[in-house]
């Protein structure tokens, strides 16, 4: 079949490697001049999201004032930005979390096979390295956790709870005064560069053949009212087109996979989908002395604030800054992008005191999608040949190759190798 890829994000490319793993010829077409330019060139480091870094449970935004659970709400939310707060306070019910996190759990050790066999057939190398410590401040946090560590031992993920002194027993770089409330330490979960990693498939897929990246171009709508269902193309800026005619191109599927940028092309088809835009921020910071650096992976399990070690670099990501639809296209602000950003630079300095020169630090900022219920949407929509798959909020890279996958046998019409009730919790149509 010939499927278009819509974004050259990480899923889009993850997508697009499943799509012609499965014998298909695929088309990426991407806005940007090369792939993960969008919220994927932001990305933090983790690789696959455990029950302590969902966007959602206990301890999500479980704290009103955003300094210290880590989201800034900026104030005047409109109607649908409180409804949507509304939705992610219920997923905080233990039951509920449990529940939600269950049906995402096959899709993540799914994603986790996927990448181990594409690792594994290619031997790529994008700054793997072992090791993320989650450490919690405060007793009322550490309680807020427990659901997330019955979790973890329900579905054996491999980790070890360890007291503030194990903490900094193990990993050096973190302080005990002031005093903290514990750890948990997964040593064989994994950070690396994501945006490294999609540049790697995609040179892989230029090398093999049977993909085309269309780069540089933006598919302006979606045509379901043909034969076959297609794309239109933006006028490319500097063309100067004599005719009036619009640059069409048709397919046997099409996947949209353009991140934020997927609203808008299915908002115009009418699916209308319930995923809430968060501006998230990175830093990426020189290490200022060696010996304070921490040799792990380090994350703020409340604040969902990661700093992962790159090179002779920090990566520092979170600062989410929650808004009204309307506000994110426009530019944030210089006092809210401060605020964001000292969120980033405090955690650091609390947690690894010495280790960033974060005077020196590069800022960046991009939007993710949240869904209501905390898992993305993939699947079939609005007609036979059409598939989305976004909203994997803070856990895009971990998901991808597993819902590339997904996508893949559902174009194919082949049962996907997942719980039928997974499956129906990440339909589109479920909202
Ligand atoms: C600061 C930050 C930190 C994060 N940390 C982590 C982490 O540690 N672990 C993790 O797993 N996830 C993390 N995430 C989330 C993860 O980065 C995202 O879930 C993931 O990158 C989403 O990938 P995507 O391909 O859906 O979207 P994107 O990367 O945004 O890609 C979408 C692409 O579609 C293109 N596009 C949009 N509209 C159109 C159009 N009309 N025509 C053509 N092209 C279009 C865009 O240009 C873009 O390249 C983080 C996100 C942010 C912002």
């Not at 870094?53 to 659970?69: E, I, L, S």
């Not at 950070?191 to 999609?198: R, S």
């Amino acid at each position: 079949m010939d499927v278009i890829v819509i974004g050259g994000g990480i899923v889009g490319v993850a997508t697009a490697y499943q799509l012609r793993a499965a014998g298909h010829r695929v088309c990426v077409v991407e806005r940007h001049a090369t792939v993960a330019q969008g919220a994927t060139y932001g990305h933090g480091g983790t690789v696959l999201p455990t029950p302590l870094d969902v966007w959602f449970g206990p301890t999500f935004m479980a704290n009103r004032q955003g300094a210290k659970n880590g989201v800034i709400s900026k104030a005047g939310f409109n109607g649908p930005a409180r409804q949507f707060v509304k939705q992610l306070a219920a997923l905080q019910e233990p039951e509920t979390f449990s529940r939600q996190y269950g049906r995402l759990r096959p899709l993540i050790e799914a994603s986790r096979d996927a990448m181990a066999d594409m690792e594994a057939r290619f031997g790529l190398e994008f700054e793997q390295a072992n090791g993320l410590l989650y450490l919690v401040r405060s007793a009322q946090e550490w309680e807020q956790t427990h659901t997330a560590l019955e979790l973890l031992r329900q579905y054996e993920v491999p980790h070890h709870v360890l007291t503030p002194a194990e903490c900094a027993a193990f990993e050096h770089s973190v302080p005990t005064d002031p005093p903290f409330a514990g750890g948990v330490l997964f040593d064989h979960e994994r950070t690396a560069n994501c945006p490294l990693f999609a540049k790697l498939i995609k040179q892989t897929l230029d090398t093999q053949g049977g993909v085309q990246f269309m780069l540089g171009c933006e598919v302006s709508a979606i045509r379901l009212d043909g034969e076959r269902p297609a794309v239109e193309l933006a006028a490319r800026p500097g063309k100067t087109s004599r005719s009036r005619e619009v640059d069409v191109i048709s397919a046997d599927a099409i996947v949209v996979a353009a991140g934020y940028g997927s609203l808008p092309l299915v908002e115009r088809l009418g699916l209308r989908l319930p995923l809430h835009p968060l501006r998230l921020h990175t830093l990426v910071a020189p290490i200022a002395h060696e010996e304070c650096a921490p040799h792990v992976a380090i994350v703020d399990a409340v604040k969902r604030i990661a700093v992962t070690r790159m090179n002779h670099r920090l990566r520092i990501a979170g600062g989410a800054v929650l808004q009204s639809t309307g506000q994110i296209d426009k530019p944030l602000g210089e006092a809210l992008t401060k605020e964001a950003l000292a969120l980033l630079g405090q955690a650091t300095h609390d947690w690894l005191p010495g280790a960033a020169r974060i005077s020196a630090a590069l800022p960046w900022e991009g939007v993710k999608l949240l869904s209501p219920d905390g898992l993305p949407v993939i699947g079939n929509a609005l007609h036979p040949r059409l598939f989305v798959n976004v909203g994997h909020g803070p856990a895009g890279w971990g998901l991808a190759c597993g819902a590339g996958k997904l996508v893949t046998d559902l174009i194919a019409g082949a049962a996907p190798d997942l719980p039928v009730d997974t499956l129906a919790a990440l339909r589109p149509d479920r909202f």
